[in-house]
Nanobody, 127 residues
Framework: QVQLVESGGGLVQPGGSLRLSCAAS????????IGWFRQAPGKEREGVSY????????YYIDSVKGRFIISRSKDANTVYLQMNRLKPEDTAVYYC????????????????????WGQGTQVTVSS
């Protein structure tokens, strides 16, 4: 069974950090580009960050640049999103998604280009 599973979400105070993980079962993440998306209540899902299959290309939306870091471990078949200096506006459900095609920074946030999605993990930034 092909599955993506996110973990690592939770409640954190402003300025704190969390590390999200995206693990795969039933297939190898190493063959896929991975995007992290988030969706806040009442808002559309937005692409946050992206890493290509060979891990030599990454993208971030402006609001998280300098605070979030995406990485991947081929041995662990896992992709990570390190989130630092979190802000209340980062509160959302975070999803990882896998694309069989490496994407450019123009296209990495297009939901339809991703084949597999996780169930999401809640991140709440609040004091």
């Amino acid at each position: 069974q092909v599955q993506l599973v996110e973990s690592g979400g939770g409640l954190v105070q402003p300025g704190g950090s969390l590390r999200l993980s995206c693990a795969a079962s039933g297939f190898s993440l190493n063959d896929y580009a991975i995007g992290w998306f988030r969706q806040a209540p009442g808002k559309e899902r937005e692409g946050v960050s992206y890493i290509n299959s060979s891990a030599d290309s990454t993208y971030y939306i402006d609001s998280v640049k300098g605070r979030f870091i995406i990485s991947r471990s081929k041995d662990a078949n896992t992709v990570y999103l390190q989130m630092n200096r979190l802000k209340p506006e980062d509160t959302a459900v975070y999803y990882c998604a896998a694309s069989p095609t490496d994407l450019t920074n123009t296209w990495f946030d297009v939901v339809a280009l991703y084949n597999f999605w996780g169930q999401g993990t809640q991140v709440t930034v609040s004091s």
